[in-house]
């Protein structure tokens, strides 16, 4: 599985209840992707979502079938962490 972060522009705050993050997990699993995890802006208008998936349509669907925007769906190539990077 690739990894992807989906940035996801919202017209309000952002705001979801438990069920509504359980509903979104089980239609994640329906279009075969996994909801790593996310940050939310200060504003709380935008989320920066990591996730796993097979591809980026895979994303796109598993965000149509939630009512959810995926304004930038990327695809990462790796990951980059200062302690990997800088010896000591």
Do not use: H
Request: proline fraction near 2%.
């Amino acid at each position: 599985m690739a990894l992807f972060m989906i940035e996801r522009n919202f017209a309000a705050e952002f705001n979801a209840s438990a069920s509504d993050y359980a509903k979104v997990i089980e239609l994640n699993d329906q279009a075969g992707v996994k909801w790593l995890y996310s940050f939310l802006s200060a504003d709380k208008r935008k989320t920066y979502c990591l996730y796993e998936a097979s591809s980026g349509d895979a994303i796109r669907e598993a965000a149509r079938l939630a009512g959810l925007p995926a304004d930038i769906v990327m695809e990462l190539g790796g990951e980059l962490r200062p302690e990997l990077l800088v010896a000591r």
